[in-house]
């Protein structure tokens, strides 16, 4: 299929150059597609109107020329009508009549595909020949019988699907071709994606802070394990939201994963399986279809895991005056079964209005099992035991979206409305035994703490948008948005003591509690262009929230209203010349204290990792500014950014002693805290470039620097200032004969702890504070291999192997008032996957019509 598409573009080069020419002799493809809808001059739909296509050709008798019937049709009860095989390089027109009306001619102009960045010889890409594709599709717009003609102006198509897109707010990465995340899920993807830094527990980190994620521009509840890898297209990385965006929980940005979508007419689908070195499995499988103004598309996932961790971890502390030490020698395995389903319908009620339907579920259920030997020494009395841990943990996510657009006449005037839902449930029982040891390892005790909990979320938007063009290639862009967040929680804990044979209950280990979390926002946005190389956008959000929440088990409730703030943002983009853009970006945001942050209950359901909220959070804001320079020069991009941030209050974890009231030792208690302030600057580059015709080459580095002011902390002094580096290779190489190898790393220095981690299984690997410690250099090298076979290379076999060299180990060294630790890991070393891949599919363009905005040639792709 890419040869034929390759040779259709070779020729369909030739025939515009022969186009120049009067006269010259050729043949004009019939690719071109022209809608839009007949009206009156009081704005009424022309129903049965006759709409023709006529072509001028040179008449071989006379030399002169004439005109010729190509297609006609009646519009239809709306007054819409549709072309689609038209001759592209021609003069065309269209002819108009209805009884009443006079017959008015409105004339055809495709634009010339956009050949631009190519290179004599070179082969164009899918994403070139989208993009050149894109100009033979016309939205003529309401053409107004009588004495009033309208056409609009030649669309302008800006979208292209290079390895890396820049837009005036955001960076996008096409990672739908990466053979290192086959068969895995989206935890995988972000591994390859530049500016992205993935930690030992899947945690995506951008710049040192946790991402707010979204799913196809929309927020979700669900977790990047729960996303198949082989259905993301792209990844949209927003570093400095604009006004549109919340501006609450993405102080580190926006992850956007855009999923793939059906662009073909007529149907096609794929399907994957494979397994792993380590008992996991895989399957995966969509269909899409399109058929007049219908489009669905289906895709079903299931995964068998199997994650192994070995580490240990060693605290040192000083108790009344007497030094002591805990070390813990660490394994576990988590299995599990995860499955995940999404069904989109799609209804083109006219050209321009469409309604949408999708619905999401899964379910997955994980089977933690762990060992851990514990070596506690406290003066000269050293003591041994043994903690084994099983538990099942289950979750059931589901998701509704409904969605409504609507282009007006004038292009890109459109209306959409969405609602969102996304939520789910969930179950966990653990069973925690700690075995005492005496001589000869003899148990002299046993202890058994069960955990029985469940729960449920769910997130709920509703959100409109209007964006109206204006002058200087300008819009305005209006919205609102309302968020409904609610959360319940119920855990009872358990405890035999050691020599009972009855399970009390603790009521200090007991956490049950449900909160209602309401964000209301408006936004307004303006951009537009002065002169040709100078864009802007400047925009200003007004946002409130409120929450409320019970303990269920005390009858306690803690609620709070936050009143309307202002959050501006200003973006300016500067075209220094047609391959050189600069960009400065500033915006303001916030983060406010959630429920669990706040209540102040001490939660000591894992003795290894009790946390306790705290009721006097306030919230914290942040401003960043951003300046990045871009050029392209052949096959290449360069692209370097500057950033700065800077936030008040800010919500850090924080880590103290308290006594357990279940073992009467002194713990570590994980809390939360505002210290006075932090800062978080640094420069980033990212390269791109097709070295060769074979060699695929993309590199990132990341210089930054992190510090948290904590002086207004009793017993603690300020985190210190650390330079981090953080970078990434990954090479594509297209060998003979249908094979390509991907060789990829990453390499992360010693950096402060992340400022936001998210929740993890195991021991103290959550008992980490970012005001408080570090994480030590490491680094990881993965490699694949991929062999394309049968015809049109719709089959592919990929062997993939990750952490080749055992190096992506993690080590996290914290220290404070009385105590110092450091906790590693090392999860699933040297993973070797085994992946199949099948594509089909069948493009019947007299059956299976498009009704939409995107271009139909699209049906020309192979995903």
């Not at 990466?178 to 945690?203: E, F, H, K, W």
């Not at 969405?418 to 005790?445: H, P």
């Not at 968020?483 to 956490?511: C, H, M, R, W, Y």
């Not at 007299?846 to 049906?859: I, L, P, R, T, Y």
Request: no cysteine.
């Amino acid at each position: 299929m890419k040869n034929l598409l390759t040779l259709f573009l070779t020729t369909l080069i030739g025939f515009s150059a022969l186009a120049q020419f009067p006269g010259g002799n050729r043949q004009d493809p019939n690719k071109g597609h022209v809608f839009g809808k007949i009206i009156d001059n009081e704005g009424k739909p022309v129903e049965f109107a006759t709409v023709i296509i006529m072509k001028s050709v040179l008449d071989s008798t006379t030399q002169s020329p004439k005109e010729i019937v190509v297609k006609a049709q009646t519009s239809e009860m709306n007054g819409d009508f549709d072309f689609s095989e038209l001759p592209t390089f021609s003069k065309i027109s269209l002819k108009v009549s209805s009884v009443g009306f006079a017959t008015t001619d409105f004339p055809i102009v495709f634009d010339k595909p956009d050949m631009s960045g190519m290179k004599p010889g070179q082969k164009p890409d899918p994403a070139m020949i989208a993009k050149m594709m894109a100009a033979f599709e016309k939205d003529l717009g309401n053409l107004v019988l009588e004495n009033d003609t309208q056409v609009l102006d030649a669309v302008t198509v800006t979208a292209q699907k290079a390895l890396l897109e820049m837009d005036i707010d955001k960076k996008i990465f096409n990672v739908d071709k990466n053979i290192v995340t086959a068969g895995g899920t989206a935890v995988d993807v972000m591994r390859n994606v530049p500016s992205l830094q993935v930690d030992i527990d899947g945690n995506v980190k951008l710049r040192n802070a946790s991402p707010t994620l979204f799913i196809d521009g929309r927020p979700t509840t669900l977790m990047l394990n729960q996303i198949p890898a082989d259905a993301i297209e792209k990844v949209e990385v927003i570093t400095n939201p604009s006004a549109k965006y919340d501006a609450s929980g993405s102080m580190a940005g926006i992850l956007n994963i855009v999923l793939k979508k059906n662009k073909k007419s007529g149907y096609n689908g794929m399907f994957n399986i494979g397994a792993d070195r380590y008992g996991g499995s895989n399957v995966m499988g969509n269909f899409n279809v399109r058929q007049g103004k219908v489009n669905l598309s289906v895709m079903g996932m299931g995964m068998r895991i199997n994650n192994n961790v070995d580490g240990y971890s060693e605290r040192n502390s000083v108790i009344e005056g007497i030094s002591a030490n805990t070390y813990q020698d660490i394994e576990s395995e988590t299995t599990g079964l995860l499955g995940f389903g999404r069904i989109g319908l799609d209804y083109y009620i006219s050209n321009r209005t469409s309604v949408s339907l999708g619905g999401v579920i899964g379910g997955g259920k994980f089977s933690p099992e762990e060992n851990i030997l514990i070596t506690n020494t406290v003066g000269n009395n050293t003591t041994l035991s043994n903690r084994l841990s099983n538990s099942t943990r289950q979750f059931q996510p589901t998701g509704l979206q409904l969605g409504f657009r609507h282009s007006f006449p004038t292009a890109g005037e459109e209306l959409t409305m969405d609602f969102n839902y996304f939520g789910g449930t969930n179950e966990n029982n653990g069973t925690y035994t700690t075995n005492y040891l005496g001589e000869a390892n003899q148990i002299t005790g046993v202890q058994i703490q069960k955990n029985l909990g469940n729960g449920n979320n769910g997130f709920m938007t509703f959100q409109t948008d209007y964006v109206k063009p204006l002058k200087n290639n300008g819009n305005i862009e209006l919205g609102v948005r309302a968020q409904i967040n609610t959360l319940e929680n119920v855990n009872d804990n358990t405890l035999k003591a050691i020599g009972s044979d009855v399970f009390l209950p603790i009521a200090s280990a007991s956490t049950n509690y449900e909160s209602t979390n309401n964000v209301y926002a408006a936004y307004v946005s303006l951009s537009g262009k002065v002169g040709t190389a100078f864009s802007y956008k400047a925009g200003v959000r007004a946002e409130s929230s409120s929450y409320k929440g019970d303990l269920l088990n005390t009858g306690e409730k803690f609620s709070n209203d936050y009143p309307v703030s202002l959050f501006p943002s200003l973006f300016l983009s500067k075209d220094l010349s047609p391959t050189d853009q600069l960009q400065f970006s500033v915006t303001r945001r916030v983060n406010r204290p959630n429920f669990f942050q706040i209540i102040p209950f001490i939660d000591y359901s894992d003795s290894l990792n009790i946390t306790q909220g705290n009721a006097d959070l306030v919230p914290e804001f942040t401003t960043s500014t951003e300046l990045s320079y871009s050029k392209s020069k052949g096959t290449g991009t360069f692209l370097t950014s500057i950033y700065y941030k800077h936030t008040n209050n800010l919500i850090t974890r924080y880590l103290s002693q308290e006594i357990n009231p279940i073992s009467g030792n002194l713990d570590l208690i994980n809390t939360y805290v505002n210290a006075n302030s932090s800062e978080n600057y640094g420069a980033e580059i990212t390269y791109t470039n097709k070295i060769q015709k074979w060699w695929d080459f993309t590199a990132n580095v990341n210089f930054y620097n992190s510090r948290i002011n904590t002086e207004n902390i009793e017993n603690n002094s300020s985190q210190d200032a650390l330079w981090t580096t953080f970078g990434k290779i990954n090479n594509n190489f297209s060998l003979k004969n249908k094979w390509v190898i991907q060789l990829s790393g990453d390499y992360q220095g010693k950096t402060n702890l992340p400022v936001s981690q998210g929740q993890s299984f195991g021991p103290p690997s959550t008992a980490q504070s970012s005001s408080q410690g570090y994480i030590e250099p490491f680094y990881g090298v993965d490699v694949a291999i991929k062999k394309s076979f049968m015809k049109n290379d719709v089959a592919s076999l990929t062997l993939s192997a990750n952490d080749i060299f055992r190096t992506r180990g993690n080590t996290q060294v914290s220290s404070g008032d009385g105590f110092s630790q450091t906790y590693y890991r090392l999860s699933n070393p040297q993973q070797i996957k085994l992946n199949f891949s099948f594509r089909f599919g069948q493009m019947d363009a007299s059956m299976f019509k498009k009704k939409g905005n995107a271009s139909s040639m699209e049906g020309m792709q192979m995903q």
